[in-house]
């Protein structure tokens, strides 16, 4: 007893403010880590690992397994090679969160505005013919890649043009419009298809505008063609079965979000629109 009393106070006197600023540092990169995983299936892989280790641990200590004991200790450097490939999407959409500078000054809002109002005129008229539309508006993470899928336009953004890309039949209703700032860059672009497993019941464009914006902080404005519902994905989420005001004040409050994030502190540590 006085041996284990003695380890505590020399560990005690080893604490300093160093010891304060790492735990403080581990905790934050903690918290940033359990908050990017947040709503994606990465969490239940995280939680799987741990519940299968914990189980292995406590299976070791209480019945002295050795075999079973040597192979816990050997898979953690096994686990630092595996982890960066099984959480290969969060950590790069971690980084490219981190890595943003802002890209979307004041300056460019009034001129980004015309460009809201177009996109979501167009949704609305689309909707109540039912034609099936994809409209990507691209924030702080570039999408050249995507863009570089479809034909390149570089067009002024309006009503019209929207809808015409979108018209059943035509040459590019089938893929996504990427717009930039107040132009149109591309259209019939391919975007990565979400891996949800519980998102089986919906379309390709949901599940496409779902993909992009797990791996971007794009914002996908679809319109359903079997039911004319429109909905908006960002950050990994989907928010469905939006009204015109509804619909206006998600996206308008996403853009607003990011000015202010970039005004105020660094896009990677602002806050993620949930």
Request: glycine fraction near 10%; aromatic fraction near 6%; charged fraction near 25%.
């Amino acid at each position: 007893m006085g041996g284990f009393i003695s380890r505590i106070e020399d560990a005690l006197g080893q604490f300093g403010p160093a010891s304060v600023i790492d735990i403080l540092i581990i905790a934050v990169i903690v918290y940033l880590i359990l908050l990017l995983m947040r709503g994606t299936t990465a969490v239940y892989l995280a939680r799987g690992i741990v519940i299968l280790l914990a189980v292995a641990f406590i299976l070791v200590r209480l019945f002295e397994l050795t075999v079973l004991g040597w192979l816990v200790r050997n898979s953690f450097p096994a686990l630092l090679i595996a982890i960066p490939i099984i959480f290969q999407p969060e950590i790069r959409r971690f980084l490219e969160r981190v890595g943003r500078t802002g890209r979307l000054g004041r300056a460019l809002f009034p001129a980004y505005d015309s460009v809201l109002d177009a996109v979501i005129e167009a949704s609305e008229n689309l909707s109540q013919r039912r034609h099936g539309a994809l409209m990507v508006l691209e924030r702080g993470t570039g999408l050249e890649d995507y863009a570089d899928t479809g034909v390149r336009l570089d067009a002024t953004p309006s009503v019209e043009l929207l809808e015409g890309l979108f018209y059943p039949n035509s040459p590019l209703h089938d893929g996504a419009v990427i717009l930039r700032g107040d132009r149109v860059v591309a259209a019939g672009c391919t975007l990565p298809l979400s891996d949800k497993v519980d998102r089986g019941h919906m379309g390709t464009r949901h599940r496409a505008a779902l993909g992009l914006s797990e791996r971007t902080d794009a914002v996908c404005v679809v319109v359903s063609e079997e039911t004319g519902e429109i909905s908006v994905a960002a950050n990994g989420r989907m928010i469905s079965r939006l009204e015109e005001p509804r619909l206006r004040a998600i996206v308008r409050s996403l853009f607003s979000a990011t000015w202010e994030r970039d005004r105020i502190a660094p896009r990677g540590l602002g806050r993620f629109w949930r």
